[in-house]
């Protein structure tokens, strides 16, 4: 093998800075726009992203929410992400503490449980 087999990319591969995905649309597949990708959670033990703290837009007259959306969840889609829920699924549903981001594995299993995903880490 050459130095430039080891270096080369392959195609099918895609990298994105973190700070490109901060500021990101979610959509939901009716291409209803959610909220914005607020911050990115990397586990730096398994140097995953282990899930994004997503802003739901302020919709139907209820105050903004901070919400856990595991990154297996989304499909990244011309610069935006789509998460295959409705829209009125956050009505209800529980958000995170809009001063509290960071959630530890218990919590974190329930949030990929919510979204029928095997954690990354039982992988």
């Not at 392959?10 to 209803?32: Q, W, Y």
């Not at 033990?45 to 297996?72: N, Q, T």
């Amino acid at each position: 093998m050459g130095v430039a087999e080891e270096t080369q990319v392959p195609r099918h591969m895609t990298f994105v800075p973190a700070n490109e995905i901060k500021g990101s649309k979610i959509l939901t597949i009716k291409d209803e726009e959610l909220g914005k990708i607020k911050e990115v959670m990397i586990d730096t033990e398994r140097g995953r992203i282990a899930y994004v703290v997503f802003a739901c837009d302020c919709f139907l007259g209820m105050k903004c929410k901070f919400f856990a959306i595991p990154w297996g969840a989304l499909q990244a889609s011309r610069g935006d992400y789509i998460l295959k829920v409705e829209k009125e699924a956050f009505k209800t549903a529980e958000g995170l503490d809009k001063d509290v981001w960071t959630l530890n594995h218990n919590d974190l299993a329930k949030v990929y449980e919510q979204y029928n995903l095997q954690p990354y880490w039982e992988i």
